[in-house]
């Protein structure tokens, strides 16, 4: 039930707690009822709080002594699947002129041009990352190449930090399996989004038996369950694209009218 627990979180809560449990004790002094509703709370919100699913996953990227140069190479080389075929990628996610796009784990910006031309002069397209350094080598990019509609956001691990409604599509390219809190991201991805959204996940296929030791170790966990938790948050799988990435799944899912789903962690 994220949306009650989301809301029990809420400080909102508080006095509302006190009101109702208050009775509940009245043979106690009524301070010492409200510091037991308290206590009460206090130890529900920290129960409540997401716990990482993968501590350390992010600990390279979060290195003070990041050298972006070397996520260059890395992520930028032709080499690697999803760069040599990020024009198709950006073609096949259907990304009309106009629309607001949220590059959530932009990393070094691989595919910030593409999307800035998807999302044209109406639109806009927003680079999120929880690391500076990507930002600021962003912004350099961005003077350079005159991507005028692109946005630089440092998020945190649990949030994308964007108001409410206020993008079409989340676009979210080898990062999924980075997410140390899913409910909290994907909760705050699904507030964003704007009624009739489209999330856009694209990851590494994990499957036993038949990946490479180091996607079996790095992933937490393959297609299926990041599904799962996916719809669980309130979104439906509306497409799935085959046939252009080997190592990769392309998937894209649409924000249904609520959030009704249970958290499915741990799947
Ligand atoms: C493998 S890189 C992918 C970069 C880019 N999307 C690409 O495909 O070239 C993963 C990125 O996700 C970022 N990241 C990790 N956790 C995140 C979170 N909770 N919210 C936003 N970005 C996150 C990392 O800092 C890193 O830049």
């Known amino acids: 039930m994220p949306v009650l627990t989301d809301g029990l979180r809420s400080p909102a809560c508080f006095p509302i707690a006190i009101v109702i449990c208050g009775p509940i004790f009245p043979e106690m002094p009524r301070p010492c ?10 130890a529900w919100v920290c129960q409540a709080q997401e716990e990482s699913v993968n501590p350390g996953i992010n600990a390279a990227y979060l290195r003070d002594d ?25 073609r096949q996610a259907g990304i009309t002129p106009g629309s607001t796009v949220a590059d959530v784990g932009t990393g ?3 595919f910030l041009p593409l999307l800035a ?17 990507f930002l600021d080598h962003i912004e350099v990019q961005k003077a350079r190449l005159g991507l005028d509609n692109v946005e630089t956001v440092l998020c945190s691990e649990r949030s994308i930090g964007l108001p409410a409604d206020s993008i079409d599509v989340a676009f979210i390219c080898a990062v999924y399996h980075h997410f140390e809190y899913p409910r909290d991201s994907l909760a705050s991805i699904h507030r964003a989004l704007r009624p009739g959204g489209r999330v856009v996940l694209i990851d590494f296929k994990r499957i036993p038996g038949e990946s490479a030791n180091w996607i079996l170790n790095h992933m937490r966990a393959g297609q299926e369950v990041f599904e799962a938790e996916i719809t669980a948050a309130g979104f439906t799988k509306s497409a799935e694209i085959t ?3 080997a190592s990769n799944y392309f ?9 009704s789903g249970s958290p499915v962690m741990g799947l």
């Open 108 to 110: 070094t910006g691989l």
């Open 33 to 42: 009822s409200s510091l037991f509703v308290t206590f009460l709370w206090i």
């Open 243 to 245: 046939g252009l990435l």
């Open 251 to 259: 998937v894209i899912f649409t924000k249904s009218e609520s959030r």
């Open 66 to 90: 990041l050298i972006v140069t070397e996520w260059i190479e890395r992520l930028e080389n032709e080499g690697r699947e999803i760069a040599a075929n990020r024009a198709e990628i950006i």
């Open 117 to 133: 031309e998807a999302a044209g002069s109406t639109g806009k397209v927003y680079a999120i990352d929880i690391v500076q350094k």
